[in-house]
């Protein structure tokens, strides 16, 4: 009931204040009146053509041609006559006279034929904040034209050469391609010997040559053991044979003992008369005493004989060693050759396997080569049929499209609406801010002095409840100014259709959540003024900020980035934003009334903290 | 700036009443009969003390007076006790409670200035002041004509505040104040600034007021007439203290004894002293060449017997006046300044 009584206080107050519901209702349509009348003008419409002037140094084709462009937007006025011409512009410009003025440099023409970018002074008079950047962007708009039309030449001869290039290209394809092949070749024939190369057994020789060389071994150990095994049986035959001797003169002394016995006998024999029958017994022993003797003789002269034979035999058997031994020096000679032999074998089968490795290995470098030829050749034929085809591509091209690819082809979304249409949705929250700012001050701060808030005080209302109320009041008491103003927009200026009841509902909620935000600064405002002046004085400290930061009149992109920051971080910026996404875009940010209703509470809050502070400073 | 203290005050137990005539304080077990409770109050603003150990109790019901020159304090005790502004140090009950915003709401306050909506009328005045405390809908606009037509607004019930003269104005800013029928009703110098008539009107409604209601009023003034008219106590408030407190008779009495003075001719006041010394309830008798004067506790009881020893000497009296000390020679009395000078050297010292 505070509430509905506070606002029946405020609203009998404004009512009955005659003046205030004036301004209330009279200064924001006003407002808009006058604004629409200075920002009605369609923004498809033409500016006013600028004045321009020219001190054109060169006076060549291309100056001309330049300012035949530029001429087209604007005044030119050339004072290429006037003496030092450039100071000349330059002081017409200095002096507000002229919006800007260009120096085309002498050699102009000679310097774009030499291919030597002309530089081309331009003075701006950018005090003139709202020209000076469109006459900028038509200066360059004129220099990039004049640009591709002296561009535009240069490409074409470009193209020719390019072309001709082409064809060259052509014949370097071809020998390319042959190189191509004859590598090809080159690398199926080396494959083809290195598999043979590679096939060579040189194992199996190595092998070979191991058992000759270990039956070699074998043959000379074996003759070594026959030469040995000789040298044994010749050393023992002569040890036979000094036997043999031995036994031949034990032989031949037996034969003497036994010639002498016999003579011995034949002396007893012939001493005895043998026919005396005494002693013919003895004369039989003696005799047959004398046969065996002389048997004995005859068997050792047999046996000297027979040692005489063997002796013989084994000298012939000596002599038969003498030759094997001979013999098997030869093959023991012999078998040195052949190893020697068999090792040259290991030293030309090792220097053989090789050769056939670095043989090998050439082979694979040079088939490595041939394949990185083959390679290139391809990257190369690649690289010219790629070539090729870029040539062809760049020189298909359109010369203007080379030196402007991107064209514009640009279409106004709003047709033909008014500076003052896109306006408008920044306007009334602009508006209601600072009617909500003066309002709520100039009110508050009328109270405090009347001494009315004390009552308020004595009456032990809750600060927070009451700056809650008094937040709440002034935002009913100034709803009515919301739909005049969105029914002025809507009816006066055709912001939007009046039967979109959604979007109306919309636009009201978020005018009144922004008026909500600034009853509570004004009321933080009040809070620290002492008079109705100084809240008014300090409304428009706050609010004036608040519009130019707001990106209204300044579009935030231009603006530093604190800036920014505190431009998007008043609750007017999100208010306009909701205000934009509605009328503007037929496109309600709804998201946007989070944002507004945190600066509702926050400053809600700060006008009870206000209100806190204050009390009882008197 | 004093720095706070916290002083903690037992129910109806203020000491140390500062002033000659100091108030006699209850017994610590007694139930509290005071309407406000004071004890050591200070309050400072920057190079200026306001309020220094301030105590007083004020007895419930009646008119009690708060009187002293302006800057004297009286209003800022009113605003410490309506909550506006908070004590240094010190501390207060309201019917013997804490000051709190329930205890506080049972306040009303007629501000010095007229505090209400110049473009409201009487009746929307009352209705929105009413809303503060929660009284709304038939049973204020019940109370708003109650006290229309007690305060004799009825014929400007709706008019808008601001074409009412000056008197109804000040009606309308107590019925403000009353409208949530409060226990404690404080009037801030509610008759400064209107013509004799208005005021003797506004003193009549306080008066009304005062009897109809079982309200407690504290009323601040710096006329002394109002006060001695209206106040059934009254506190002497000076220079952030009180100074005296009392019945306006009690206070009177601190000045001194009524005085008759007689001039007659021939004017032979020597034969005439010793006969007048004699009579009973004369204290002294004072002769000049201008006359005599005779101070008695009741002046005016000795006019007659007095007239008649001018007369058995014939004397012919041709001037006789009784005076009666008043509040202004009280303060006088206790601070050695006139009130009214020290109205105007405060205001004088406050621009």
């Keep these: 009931m505070k509430l509905l009584a506070e606002i029946e206080k405020d609203g009998k107050t404004f009512l009955r204040e005659r003046r205030t519901l004036i301004l209330l209702i009279a200064a924001p349509l006003i407002v808009l009146l006058v604004l629409a009348g200075v920002f009605g003008k369609a923004t498809t419409e033409k500016a006013l053509p600028t004045s321009i002037g ?75 904040v709202q020209i000076s950047p469109s006459v ?66 040189f194992t199996t020789l190595t092998t070979q040559l191991d058992a000759a060389n270990s039956t070699l071994d074998g043959t000379v150990l074996q003759l070594q053991a026959a030469q040995s095994n000789l040298t044994l049986m010749q050393y023992k035959m002569e040890s036979y044979d000094e036997e043999l001797t031995q036994t031949e003169y034990d032989l031949l002394r037996m034969r003497a003992v036994l010639e002498n016995a016999s003579s011995s006998i034949s002396n007893a024999s012939s001493s005895v008369n043998c026919t005396n029958p005494v002693f013919i017994p003895y004369c039989i022993s003696l005799a047959s005493m004398n046969a065996s003797v002389s048997s004995a003789i005859s068997d050792v002269d047999l046996r000297i004989s027979k040692i005489n034979s063997t002796r013989a035999e084994l000298r012939e058997i000596n002599s038969t060693m003498d030759e094997f031994r001979a013999n098997i020096a030869t093959s023991l000679s012999e078998t040195e050759d052949v190893r020697a032999r068999i090792s040259s074998m290991y030293s030309f089968v090792s220097s053989l396997e090789e050769s056939r490795e670095e043989s090998l290995s050439t082979m694979r470098e040079i088939n490595s080569s041939a394949a990185q030829l083959v390679s290139k050749s391809d990257d190369l034929e690649v690289l010219i049929l790629s070539s090729k085809a870029q040539i062809r591509e760049i020189t298909s091209r359109d010369a203007i499209s080379v030196i402007a690819p991107i064209l514009f082809s640009s279409e106004n979304i709003f047709s033909s609406r008014t500076f003052f249409d ?49 937040i709440a009041s002034y935002t009913v008491v100034l709803s009515p100014e919301v739909l005049l103003l969105l029914l002025t927009a809507s009816l006066v200026y055709g912001a939007f259709p009046l039967t979109d009841t959604p979007l109306l ?36 400290v706050i609010g004036l900020p608040l519009l130019f930061m707001s990106g209204i009149l300044f579009p935030f992109e231009f603006m530093p980035a604190p800036i920014v920051l505190l431009g998007q971080a008043t609750p007017l910026t999100p208010a306009i934003i909701a205000m934009q996404s509605g009328i503007l875009y ?33 | 700036m004093a720095k706070r203290k916290n002083v903690e005050l037992p129910p109806g137990q203020i000491s140390g009443q500062a002033g000659p005539a100091a108030q006699p304080s209850p017994s610590p077990s007694a139930p509290s009969s005071y309407a406000v409770e004071a004890l050591e ?83 929307e005045n009352l209705l929105y002041y009413g809303a503060l405390y929660g009284i709304t809908g038939k049973k204020a606009k019940e109370r708003a004509q109650e006290l229309i037509n007690q305060l004799g607004l009825a014929d400007k019930k709706n008019v808008q505040a601001s074409f009412m003269s000056g008197g109804m104005k ?92 007689m001039k007659s001719v021939p004017g032979e006041y020597a034969k005439l002293e010793p006969l007048i010394k004699k009579l009973p309830g004369a204290e002294t008798i004072t002769v000049t060449e201008h006359g005599i004067v005779v101070e008695a506790e009741d002046a005016a009881a000795l006019v007659s017997a007095v007239t008649q020893i001018f007369m058995d000497n014939s004397e012919k009296i041709i001037e006789l006046s009784v005076s009666r000390p008043s509040l202004e020679d009280v303060f006088l009395k206790l601070t050695g300044a006139q009130l009214k000078e020290a109205t105007k050297n405060e205001a004088a010292g406050g621009n």
Aim: hydrophobic fraction near 45%; glycine fraction near 6%.
């Design chain 2, 41 to 123: 109050l200070v309050k400072t603003y920057p190079g200026k003390v306001t309020l220094f150990n301030f105590s007083l109790n004020i007895p419930e019901g009646g008119i009690f007076g708060l009187l002293g020159p302006n800057g004297a304090g009286k209003s800022t005790f009113i605003r410490i006790l309506s909550g506006l502004e908070k004590e240094d140090s010190g501390a207060f009950r309201i019917f013997g409670q804490r000051p709190s915003a329930e205890s506080r709401r049972r306040i009303g306050v007629a501000p010095q200035e007229n505090c209400f909506h110049p473009l409201l009328t009487c009746m």
């Design chain 1, 505 to 540: 509902i919309f636009l009201a909620a978020a005018l009144l959540l922004l008026l909500f935000a600034f009853n509570a600064l004004g009321i933080v405002i009040a809070a620290f003024s002492e008079s109705e002046a100084t809240a008014f004085l300090a409304s428009l």
């Design chain 1, 136 to 201: 900028e962007a038509f200066l360059k708009a004129a220099a990039q034209g004049t640009g591709q039309e002296i561009g535009s030449g240069f490409i074409l001869s470009v193209w020719a050469r390019l072309d001709n290039a082409s064809a060259q290209l052509d014949s370097i394809l071809v020998d390319v391609h042959a190189s191509r092949t004859k590598a090809l070749e080159i690398q199926a024939s080396i494959n083809e010997t290195y598999s043979s190369l590679s096939s060579l057994d």
């Design chain 1, 586 to 618: 037929a496109t309600p940010n709804f998201s946007i009334f989070i944002t507004l209703i945190i600066y509702d509470i926050v400053l809600a809050v700060l006008a009870a903290g206000a209100l806190y502070s204050t009390k009882g400073r008197g």
């Design chain 1, 422 to 470: 896109f306006l408008l949705p920044s306007l009334i929250p602009l508006i209601l801010m600072f009617v909500s700012l003066f309002l709520a001050s100039t009110s508050l701060v009328r109270e405090k002095n009347s001494l009315t808030l004390e009552r308020v005080y004595v009456a032990q209302v809750p600060l927070w409840e009451y700056a809650f109320t008094k």
């Design chain 2, 170 to 261: 000040r009606r309308l800013n107590l019925a403000c104040a009353l409208m949530h029928e409060p226990r404690l009703i404080i009037l801030d110098e509610p008759t400064t600034g209107l013509d004799p008539s208005t005021r003797r009107q506004l003193w009549e409604t306080v008066t009304r007021i005062a009897a109809t209601t079982n309200a407690t009023v504290i009323l601040t003034t710096h006329y002394m007439e109002e006060a001695e008219a209206l106040c059934g106590k009254i506190a002497f408030v000076n220079k952030g203290q009180v100074a005296a407190y009392g019945t306006p008779r009690e206070l009177k009495r601190l000045a001194g004894r009524e005085l008759l003075k």
């Design chain 1, 54 to 128: 020219l001190c054109d140094l060169d006076q060549s084709e291309a100056s001309a041609l330049f300012v035949e462009s530029v001429s087209s937007h604007s005044n030119i006025m050339d004072y290429s006559d006037e003496e030092n011409c450039g100071n000349f512009v330059h002081s017409q410009v200095s002096q507000g006279k002229l919006s800007a003025a260009i120096i085309i440099p002498k050699g102009f023409q000679e310097g774009i034929a030499d291919g030597v970018s002309q530089n081309m002074t331009v003075f701006l008079d950018n005090s003139r």
